[in-house]
């Protein structure tokens, strides 16, 4: 069976989105920042089908995240839409051609049909909660990685649940204050550090869940 592991850029004080998300900041307030050390970035920048960017040790942490990955694993609100209902016409942030190229499982209260995408990303949309959703991700990927790409509310639940391998942090030097925590409420998690790569403005640390 792939490894299920968490790749997520989390601030100093350990949130991963900043607070009040919306259609104008998806990340939430400030929560940009988060992200700022991979968009110029040529492994980031080819998933993205834009061209040049810098190759970097950043560059090659991003390249080994997406390396091998069957089937990625999402909340609704990453997804986007707010939440309740549908909104019709909704189809994900990343426009018609999203980056993911394999089938991503969505975790809703919210029933939907699945919606195919080009490039080969097609999302299901899962309302049995995360067993359900990994479930049908290794249906897919066989032995291939599944990433739980986030955000918090959905990680959170994979690490409560036992059901993650591995949970590589990216630790961006801002402080929000306020956002979604990523870590918040799951009491004795422990984790063995197996790897750190420094990069120029962000640090990258690799951890095993224990079980
Ligand atoms: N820093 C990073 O690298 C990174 C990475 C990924 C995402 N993010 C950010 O993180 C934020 C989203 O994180 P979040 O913690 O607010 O939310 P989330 O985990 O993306 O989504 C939570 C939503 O998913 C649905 N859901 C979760 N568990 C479920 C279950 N067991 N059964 C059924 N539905 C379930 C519910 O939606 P409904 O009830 O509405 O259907 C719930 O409100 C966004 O700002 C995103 O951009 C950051």
Known sequence: MGTVSCQISMSLDGYVAGPEQSRQDPLGRGGLRLHEWFFGLDAWREQHGLSGGEHTVDAEVVEEMTRDVGAYIMGRRMFGD?????????????????????????????????????????????????????????????????????????????????????LQLHIVPIVLGAGEPLLAGLGDLRLAQESVVAGPTVTHVTYRVLR
């Open 82 to 166: 707010g939440g309740g209902r549908w909104e019709p016409g909704w189809r994900g942030w990343w426009g018609e051609d999203p980056p993911f190229r394999t089938p991503v499982f969505v975790l809703t209260h919210q029933e939907r049909e699945p919606l195919p995408m080009a490039g080969g990303t097609e999302f299901h949309f899962v309302t049995e909660g995360p067993r359900a959703a990994l479930a049908r991700a290794r249906e897919v990927a066989g032995d291939r990685r599944i990433s739980v790409a986030g955000g918090a509310d959905t990680v959170r639940q994979f690490l409560a649940a036992g059901l993650l391998d591995v």
